[in-house]
């Protein structure tokens, strides 16, 4: 019984995850976007009216909450991904390669750690708030 529970909570953390995905891939597909540098205490944003990337070294990047991590593979992308972050005056040509990237890492991630399940499992808590307080 438990390994059934706990296929179904895998199941539905990954449809989750999924969805959140197609609406952080259509905020990233946006043509307005126009981003302005920040600084955090751990690490660096890009930030939009209605997206915030940020990069917090060791092969780690946050966009709107999802965690993405990167393995060694992959070490040129994430760092053409922060070197974009920190550079304030980035060219549109590059900004969308950046966002281009990111895309197909939000649909391809590869690399999944227990942050990722996390914020999956966080945010179905979360909906689910939501959904019981509006009845």
């Known amino acids: 019984m438990e390994n059934n529970n706990a296929s179904h909570i895998l199941k539905r953390n990954r449809l989750i995850r999924i969805f959140l995905a197609k609406q952080i891939v259509d905020k990233l597909n946006q043509p307005w976007n126009h ?6 205490s751990n ?5 939009s009216d209605s997206i ?3 990069s917090y070294g060791r092969g780690l990047v946050v966009v ?3 965690p993405l991590w990167f393995n060694e593979t992959e070490k040129s992308k ?3 991904i922060h070197k974009w972050i920190t550079d304030c ?3 549109r040509r ?3 390669a950046i966002l281009a990237e990111i895309r197909k890492k939000i649909k ?7 942050s990722t399940t996390i914020f999956v499992t966080s945010t179905m808590l979360l909906a689910s708030v939501l959904v019981l307080s509006s009845w």
């Open 35 to 40: 981003f302005v540098c920040a600084e955090t």
């Open 43 to 47: 690490g660096h944003c890009k930030v």
């Open 52 to 54: 915030q990337i940020c």
């Open 64 to 66: 709107m909450g999802m």
């Open 78 to 80: 994430l760092g053409r």
């Open 89 to 91: 005056h980035a060219p």
């Open 94 to 96: 590059e900004t969308a």
């Open 108 to 114: 391809n991630p590869g690399v999944m750690k227990a």
